[in-house]
């Protein structure tokens, strides 16, 4: 391979470096579409199988369609006020804030929905069974909620502080509030499809 | 103090960013600490989870154990990354107080010498040699489980270990070998080389490149703890519900998967990152290297494919833990699940392992027969085609479990589909060969071995695919042997090519030629010996996994333990020769095989940022035979 050595480039400028951080995020969210698919597949799979009718033994309770959405929205809602403070830079702070009290919200609502699980058994000696598989798969895609919520609530709080502290540079703050829109956009269509999954019992 | 020491530490002052908490922190700490904080995590899941009668824990809560078990391993996982920095950054980033230059020079390794090689070292460079030190580990245990399962098979009735011990060699020789193969390639050399073969002065994300390999060491003492909590009695695979009713030990194998898929896909983020996004100035797509190509295909058909398995651990540790059913038909669940799960990451998977070994063959061919790459393009659609089809053919595995009996013909058919692919892959090789005068040095050997293990590896994966021969031949001796062929003869064949190729550039010596050559023959004879010993143990009917066989199989298994120990012999001379080598090998010029692609084109020690000056592409990188 022939080459020559006019180009004289060892850091990157400030748009290559976000460019490349928003890639690689994009990335990881593959890996996590890949985790949402496993568990719709799941989901649907062993609805459709219902071995024993065990899919959902009869006089279990299950949550509610309503109740998955209420996890989910606060996700949808986050994504979009960070959106907002990415156009307008003045606001910054305050959309920065209100994503993460909406994440920290979504965050408790989702951990109150795992606190009291209708659908578990508990025999005499205190063993708690999950009854039926639904409430299985329930409990891993509330779990991956919880996940995504705590990582988001990381993501946001870096951003207020950072907002107030760090002196980034202009172009590079732009990137990686792409980047971050990224997975704030991912975890809302995440929660979406695990809304919509949860709502067909 | 080596040659790579001496170069460290005399170019210029070592960073010093005073009172940072880096300087501090290195390997020692992160197991002290991981240590403290498992066992802070035993103690509290102990006596918050566990109930007593009279002192003595409830023996029928075995759910209870798990959550202890799988608690303290993640607890070590997260304290050993913690104790050696790896938190650092992204604390610091969260506060808005990034890394100074200083800090981030210093978690290079500059200057430091072997000392940051037990560092959380950012430098690519650090973490091939990382990795191909984890590897020769790697195999080195699952190679004497191997010879310890031969041993016991070398005739009827042996006796060498107990059934419960072979049981769990066999399982832990499998997961082993697979986590040592998934990275053999693509680990030390996806590391080590190619980034400088694309002219990158380091990876895109150099932090999560000393996460990736930290966060996989975390997982060998998890999976070794497997020995002292009663083994491993599932074989790899790890079906459920077995898995689910297993020992203690099982908990090991889950917390290794799900701590694996983690540093897989860090790792595939990584490099596919930088393939894209860093290659030099006029390095089009088309003149990319072929190893390059090979390896970002692999690892980026490992990023979708890997979380599948993780979620098949998650629910086969909640199962165990919190008593959910996802594979207990009593409370709804199915067994089918998990088998789809695996294999919709356990083909994959195979090529994940495969194409890396295959793709660095490729790249030694041209330079040793000084011919181009025939039909570079071809080769492309090969990796292509095969990352492809891949994740069409998992359910191939289930044929005899009874799943979708009516799609089997479809997989039948999608599964065969991966021939023309794979061929074009043979193609290439031999087309590059044709009519040309190898040049036969050690590298060049392996790829020959690869073009008769890998045919035969192919051709009877051909028979598996077919689903009547697959009826009288699943769960034989036949099916271990064919991909043994394949993983073995395909993807360790090349690892160990590429480290015949890549070992002068990666420790300034090179290899122990002879020695090279005597391993190579052990190697080569003791494979092909041992496992067409277990072709015919498996064409006669042996079943896989078993510690005992009739007599009738006494001739076949006797031949294959023959032929493992003749392995055993060849790995070990290997050993030798890479240790050897590289503290007294004979010092190797900068371009030994007179290579054209760019790491070549750099000195050893390599420059802590690859180039003084980044290159400028302007033709392929095997323009052989073309003139300048």
């Known amino acids: 391979m022939s080459h020559d050595t006019q180009f004289h480039v060892h850091h990157d400028s400030d748009a290559a470096v976000g460019r490349r951080e928003r890639l690689g995020v994009r990335l990881l969210i593959v890996a996590d579409g890949s985790f949402l698919f496993s568990m719709i597949f799941s989901y649907f799979y062993l609805r459709n199988l219902n071995t024993g009718g065990n899919w959902l033994p009869k006089g279990v309770k299950h949550y509610t369609p309503s109740s998955a959405w209420q996890v989910a929205i606060p996700f949808v809602i986050a994504a979009i006020c960070h959106r907002l403070g990415q156009e307008n830079k003045e606001r910054r702070n305050l959309t920065s804030i209100a994503t993460l009290i909406v994440l920290l919200v979504g965050g408790y609502l989702q951990w109150k929905q795992m606190a009291h699980m209708p659908f578990l058994l508990k025999d005499d000696g205190g063993v708690v069974t999950f009854n039926g598989a639904y409430a299985s798969n329930w409990v891993l895609m509330a779990g991956t909620g919880i996940f995504h919520y705590f990582l988001g609530a990381f993501i946001a709080l870096g951003i207020l502080i950072r907002n107030r502290t760090t002196n980034v540079s202009h172009e590079l703050d732009v990137w990686r509030q792409r980047t971050a829109q990224s997975w704030f956009t991912w975890c809302a269509i995440a929660a979406v499809l695990t809304a919509f999954t949860l709502s067909i019992v | 103090m080596s040659t790579l020491d001496k170069a460290h530490t005399s170019t210029r002052p070592v960073p010093n960013p005073k009172r940072s908490l880096i300087t501090r922190l290195h390997m020692g700490t992160g197991v002290v600490v991981g240590i403290i904080i498992a066992a802070i995590a035993y103690y509290l899941l102990k006596h918050s989870v566990l109930t007593y009668t009279d002192g003595v824990a409830d023996p029928l809560e075995p759910h209870s154990n798990n959550i202890v078990l799988l608690g303290t391993m993640f607890a070590w ?235 098949a651990m998650i629910m086969t540790g909640l199962d165990r833990t919190y008593n959910t059913g996802f594979f207990d038909a009593n409370m709804g669940g199915s067994g089918w699940l998990y088998a789809n799960l695996f294999w919709i990451m356990g083909h994959p998977e195979v090529y994940v392992i495969l194409i890396p070994g295959v793709a660095a063959l490729m790249e030694i061919v041209p330079v040793f027969v000084r011919k181009p790459l025939f039909s570079y393009n071809a080769a492309i659609m090969g990796f292509a085609g095969i990352a492809g089809l891949s994740i069409l053919v998992w359910a191939h595995h289930m044929y005899i479990a009874g799943w979708a009996p009516s799609l089997n013909g479809a997989f039948m058919v999608t599964t065969e589909m991966i021939s023309i692919p794979t061929g074009l892959l043979f193609l290439v090789l031999i087309g590059t060969l044709w009519r040309g005068k190898p040049w036969m040095k050690l590298p060049m050997l392996s790829v020959f071995a690869f073009i008769w293990d890998f045919l035969i590896g192919g051709i009877t994966g051909i028979y598996l695919s077919d689903v009547p021969a697959d009826g009288y031949l699943h769960g034989s001796m036949f099916v271990t042997a064919h991909f043994h062929f394949t993983l073995m003869g395909a993807a360790l064949t090349g690892a160990i090519g590429g480290l015949a190729y890549w070992f002068p550039k990666m420790t300034g010596r090179m290899l122990d030629e002879k020695a090279g050559y005597i391993s190579f023959w052990f190697v080569q004879i003791g494979f092909n010996v041992l496992f067409f010993g277990m072709f015919m143990a498996g064409a006669e009917g042996q079943p896989r996994r078993v510690m005992d066989y009739a007599a009738m199989f006494k001739n076949s298994n006797l031949v294959s333990t023959i032929g493992a120990y003749s392995v055993g012999t060849g790995m070990i001379i290997l050993l030798w020769a890479v240790i050897h080598s590289s503290r007294h090998g004979k010092v190797a010029p900068m371009n030994p095989w007179g290579a054209k692609t760019l790491e070549w084109t750099v000195p050893y020690p390599v420059p802590l940022t690859n180039f003084d000056e980044l290159p400028v592409i302007t033709s392929d990188p095997y323009g052989y035979g073309k003139g300048k």
Request: glycine share 12%; aromatic share 12%; charged share 10%.
């Open chain 2, 77 to 311: 996982s997260i304290g050993f990354m913690a104790g050696i920095g790896a938190f650092i950054g992204p604390w610091r980033w969260l506060i808005g107080k990034d890394l100074t230059d200083e800090e981030i020079l210093y978690m290079a390794g500059d200057g430091q010498g072997v000392k940051r090689y037990f560092k959380y070292c950012t430098d690519h460079k650090v973490v091939g040699i990382q990795y191909l030190v984890g590897v020769m580990t790697l195999l080195g245990v699952g190679g004497t489980m191997a010879m310890m399962i031969r041993t016991n098979l070398a005739r009827p009735g042996g006796h060498f270990v107990t059934a419960t011990v072979y049981n769990s060699l066999v399982g832990l020789h499998g997961i082993t070998m697979i986590i040592a193969m998934i990275i053999v390639a693509t680990g030390p050399f996806g590391n080590y080389v190619m980034p400088i073969m694309i002219g990158a002065y380091d990876m895109a994300f150099p932090r999560l490149n000393a996460l990736s390999w930290w966060v996989l060491f975390t997982a060998i003492p998890v999976l070794c703890s497997a020995w002292f909590l009663g083994g491993i009695p599932t074989g790899w695979t790890a079906y459920a519900p077995l898995s689910v009713q297993a020992g203690p030990g099982m908990n090991a194998f889950i917390a290794t998967i799900i701590i694996f898929a983690v540093s897989t896909a860090v790792a595939g983020m990584n490099i596919t990152t930088t393939v894209i996004a860093m290659r030099t100035k006029g390095m089009k797509w088309n003149r990319v290297p072929i190893f390059v190509v090979g390896s970002t295909i692999s690892v980026a058909l490992a990023i979708p494919a890997f979380p599948t398995f993780m979620v």
